[in-house]
């Protein structure tokens, strides 16, 4: 602890003294205190005054002072003090002996500001003091604990703190929530109402079914139903488990067979040096894994949770006590700051002849840093990949699909090869036809417009010779003669036949 001993200003004081003053004469004090009095106080008094106060958060500081020993009582305050979380202003040259011989003599200086900061957090501090009784841990040496029945039962110390933790967590959530006694006791009276309801509709269902006949074996025969539904559903249960154990198992059974494919992948054209040279490089990366990598996550981690249980074990921090904490971070970092740049100014690079090694060092380990953490990311990224395999197989599995083998799949992957490279064949084919079609679609049109453009200048020159109509009628002998020439190929054929025919019967004459 540290404290003001000087330099504290007579409106500081009196400031002080008026606050101190008015707290201590109001409720649950109710002193009859006034500026004069009070401050005219002998130091024995005025120690008793604080130990009162002190009594008040804490019911272990019901004491007399003219029974107890000045060591024992400054003992007691500055130990309450300390689980309070009391913290004087800094000063130069202040000790914790100086603070304590203050607290003892009573001087002032100590004594006031003690009294206003106790007196502004009085119900804060109530609680503090509260949960400090339970919550602050007994200090045991650590030859203590080798002891196995000692260890077993600061355990069960730790549990049962770690059990008040939650029930009072649970209270505070309770207090918290808004539910009354009176909507609780509403509540109970509901569900005894419904009871009765229920009781009573009971009672009629059994008046009226007591005059069926069977009425016995029909309920025995009901409560047989019922007994094998329940067994109709833990059959149903178990059958959906053993589904689940099949699969995993069925997912064991495949990552088995992919790890032996695997080896047997790695074997095909390995050498004895090959595997011996992966088993080196994979011996490294577990060695380095194992060695440095974890072993600094796991003391990171260890670190962690003993400041949080550290953290948990103290009492509850006020806003003032965080910013006087984050004050302190500050300091300390600024001072970090200050000696490493004194450091980097004392230090002479050109006779630091190591700085070199030292840095490359520092790049490797910054490289290998980086290699385990992308090795890391992609150990987990394979991990995810096979949950979603997982899934989709369960979910195949669901949908009544079989789940096709490492040979089928191989098989199915060099038919989809297959048909893929004539697709991709039958598509530029298809390709090249389209792009003729096209040309000769243009080429059509092309001598289509010429055509009727040459039809159009015959038409004008058979006018302007006087033969109009020429070219019509040269098509239509042309159909003729085509017309022409058919019917004589068929009379042709038909006098073939008939000569034919003729020969026949001259033969058979």
């Known amino acids: 602890f540290v404290f003001f001993l000087e330099s504290i200003t007579p409106s500081i ?22 500026l004069i009095s009070f401050d005219s106080l002998e130091p024995f008094a005025l120690l008793q005054v604080v130990n009162d106060v002190l009594a008040e958060i804490g019911h272990q500081n019901k004491v007399d002072l003219r029974e107890e020993a000045p060591e024992q009582t400054a003992i007691r305050m500055l130990n309450f003090l300390r689980v309070l979380g009391y913290k004087p202003n800094v000063e130069t040259g202040s000790t914790i002996a100086s603070f304590r011989n203050g607290l003892v003599q009573a001087e002032k200086q100590v004594v006031y500001p003690l009294l206003q900061w106790l007196l502004e957090r009085l119900s804060e501090l109530k609680k503090r003091a509260y949960l400090a009784k339970f919550l602050v841990k007994v200090d045991v040496p650590p030859e203590h604990l080798q002891d196995e029945q000692v260890a077993e039962v600061y355990q069960g110390y730790e ?31 509901n569900m005894e109402d419904e009871r009765e309801q229920l009781t009573k509709r009971v009672e009629r269902l059994k008046k009226r079914t007591e005059a069926i006949p069977d009425y016995v074996q029909m309920l025995a025969a009901c409560q047989e139903l019922r007994t094998e539904r329940e067994r109709e559903t833990r059959i149903a249960e178990m059958k959906r488990e053993q589904k689940n154990q099949l699969l995993r198992t069925d997912q064991r059974l495949y990552r088995t ?40 996550e796991i003391e990171s981690l260890k670190l962690k949770c003993r400041d949080m249980e550290q953290v948990l074990s103290m009492p509850a921090l006020s806003e003032s006590d965080l910013d006087e904490l984050q004050d302190q971070i500050d300091e300390a970092n600024e001072e970090i700051n200050n000696l490493v740049e004194k450091r980097m100014l004392r230090a002479n690079p050109a006779n630091d002849k190591l700085a070199i090694v030292r840095q490359q060092a520092n790049m490797i380990q910054r490289k290998k840093e980086v290699a385990m953490e992308n090795l890391k990311e992609a150990m987990e990224e394979l991990s995810g990949l096979d949950a979603e395999l997982k899934e989709k197989r369960q979910t195949l599995k669901e949908m009544g699909g079989a789940v096709p083998s490492a040979d089928e799949m191989e098989d ?87 000569s034919d025919m003729v020969t026949v019967y001259l033969v058979v004459v």
């Open 159 to 189: 549990d049962l703190m770690d059990q008040f933790k939650e029930l009072h967590k649970t209270s505070n959530q309770l207090k918290s929530s808004g539910f009354s006694t009176a909507e609780i006791r509403k509540d109970i009276g």
């Open 257 to 296: 067979g992919q790890q032996l494919r695997d080896l047997k992948a790695t074997l095909v054209g390995a050498t004895a040096e090959s595997l011996l040279q992966q088993l080196e490089e994979e011996n490294r990366v577990n060695s380095y894994m194992c060695n440095e990598k974890l072993p600094k």
């Open 412 to 498: 199915y992957v060099k038919t989809l090869r297959v048909k893929g490279t004539e697709y991709k064949g039958k598509r530029a084919e298809l390709a090249e036809i389209r792009d003729e079609v096209a040309v000769l679609s243009r080429t059509e049109e092309i001598l289509r417009s010429k055509d009727e453009s040459v039809g159009d200048f015959l038409s004008k020159l058979e006018e302007e010779k006087g033969i109009s109509g020429y070219r019509k009628t040269q098509e239509e002998l042309e159909k003729v003669s085509s017309v022409k020439s058919e019917l004589d190929e068929r009379k042709g054929k038909k006098l073939e036949g008939i």
């Open 13 to 34: 004081m009196s400031q002080q003294l008026k606050f101190i003053v008015e707290k201590l004469n109001a409720v649950p004090f109710r002193r009859n205190f006034n």
